[in-house]
């Protein structure tokens, strides 16, 4: 019997509810600056996919900004305020 891959593995993590990096990171066993790698590849696989990738933002637990300029990264800190209470961001796949 094959055992699955970290990306399958993630992948199928994802299909079932929104997750964060950190939670991926445990329940997959890998470290979260790896979870972020994967996620960029399965993102860019689901493009002609029927399916979407969906992604909430991190946002400043502070001010509340929401716009950072790359959704699929861990900001350290909030350009806006400079807080480092920052929430993580959360991924989904979904049917298109």
Known sequence: MEES???QRITEAL????????QLSASVGVPTRTVYEHVRHIAQSL???????LVAPPACRECGFDDFDDPLNYPSRC???RS???????FV???A
Do not use: Y
Request: contains cysteine.
């Open 5 to 7: 891959t970290t990306r």
């Open 15 to 22: 299909r079932e509810e929104p997750t964060t990096p950190r």
């Open 47 to 53: 493009d002609h996919a029927d399916e979407q990738f």
């Open 79 to 81: 350009p806006e305020c």
């Open 84 to 90: 480092e209470r920052i929430a993580e961001p959360q």
């Open 93 to 95: 796949i979904e049917p």
